[in-house]
T-cell receptor, first 117, second 113 residues
Framework: GAVVSQHPSRVICKSGTSVKIECRSL??????MFWYRQFPKKSLMLMAT?????????EQGVEKDKFLINHASLTLSTLTVTSAHPEDSSFYIC?????????????FGPGTRLTVT | GENVEQHPSTLSVQEGDSAVIKCTYS??????FPWYKQELGKRPQLIID?????GEKKDQRIAVTLNKTAKHFSLHITETQPEDSAVYFC????????????FGPGTSLSVIP
């Protein structure tokens, strides 16, 4: 089946620094990937849609200058949390749709646990 | 935009009993409704999905029903087992390969041995 990986799985950083999270589709191409944030015991909140070769589409309330998304190839999207603060600590999950197989069906990465101290 | 509601937020059942989780959605253009199971610290796993051209779908102990007119859909788990304990999310999406999936708030299911 379709496999999506994320790196790193866990990261701890100091307040004010930036952190980059990678999302890769391992056995399929994905022109679109999605980034979610999940707080403890909460649902997955869609942050943005990552589009290969063009700008990401951000959901209302998500700061695009704080959460930089780059989708440089058909298998890689990156999310950079800039000037991280403790309130950015969360579980970040990406997903991708293997287009041409089944519409809408999303495959999720394993997630990245970000802790900002 | 799409808004998905889900009830109950927590559900405890005895092993062997059935569990039912209900969701409603707001966007009448939504036509794909997946259900995900998420264990603590893990990624969501698709357990079943339904598209708007059918009213019911079943896969072993899991079934989903869809009422497009009322804009609600439900997950039914029969003969529950302790390993069914997890958080379940319903979701909704519009047609097209790249349309975003909007999640409900989740239901924490506990199956008591």
């Amino acid at each position: 089946g379709a496999v999506v990986s994320q790196h790193p799985s866990r990261v701890i950083c100091k307040s004010g620094t930036s952190v980059k999270i990678e999302c890769r589709s391992l056995d399929f191409q994905a022109t679109t990937m999605f980034w979610y944030r999940q707080f403890p015991k909460k649902s997955l909140m869609l942050m943005a849609t990552s589009n290969e070769g063009s700008k990401a589409t951000y959901e209302q309330g998500v700061e695009k200058d704080k959460f930089l998304i780059n989708h440089a190839s058909l298998t890689l999207s990156t999310l950079t949390v800039t000037s991280a603060h403790p309130e950015d600590s969360s579980f970040y999950i990406c997903s991708a749709n293997p287009a041409g197989i089944l519409p809408n069906e999303q495959y999720f990465g394993p997630g990245t646990r970000l802790t900002v101290t | 935009g799409e808004n998905v509601e889900q009830h109950p937020s927590t559900l405890s059942v005895q092993e062997g009993d059935s569990a039912v989780i209900k969701c409603t959605y707001s966007d009448s253009a939504s036509n794909y409704f997946p259900w995900y199971k998420q264990e603590l610290g893990k990624r969501p796993q698709l357990i079943i999905d339904i598209r708007s051209n059918v009213g019911e779908k079943k896969d072993q102990r899991i079934a989903v029903t869809l009422n497009k007119t009322a804009k609600h859909f439900s997950l039914h788990i029969t003969e529950t087992q302790p390993e069914d304990s997890a958080v379940y999310f319903c979701a909704a999406s519009r047609s097209g390969s790249y349309d975003k999936v909007i999640f409900g708030p989740g239901t924490s299911l506990s199956v008591i041995p």
